[in-house]
């Protein structure tokens, strides 16, 4: 089975991720672990990455490249911005919330003030998104690629999960016409 979980910092996507690949026994593919790794070989900072990533498709490319050969080894549920748009998924979710609960949430997990949060979110988002459709023709707003869309900020991550995994068991029963 292969899942994606998409959503902008601090929607929850580590955590619904984590929580899915642990309830099904699949593994776990974070890009962003991927893209935190090609930063560390190089010896840059994320944002630095990220100005690269801008000038040319390459760093993405890689990234993508490794999640498709992994999805075809064994599957998974993999994590990341564009995993729903690159992989070939059973299920494709995306995770949203209010940019101030993302923000408080980021602030609380990194011991960093709520402003700073959101502007680093800012930035990021807008750099991703301009990557996105420029390398790819991707509208990040454009949410019809998705199976389910959880709104986080509404939900709790027991409730996420319970979402989730009902949309599992339906799929596992067989029943994937569209209602």
Known sequence: MIITVSGSPGTGTSTLARMLSKELGLRWVN?????RKIASDRGISLSELGRVAEDGPEVDYLIDDAQRAMAAEAGGVFEGRLSGHILDADLKILLKADRMIRAERIASRENELVEDALQESRVREECEARRYEK???IDVDDLSVYDLVIDTGTWGEEGVVAITMAAVRYLEDGESSAV
């Open 31 to 35: 890009s962003g672990e991927l893209f």
């Open 135 to 137: 390398y790819y023709n």
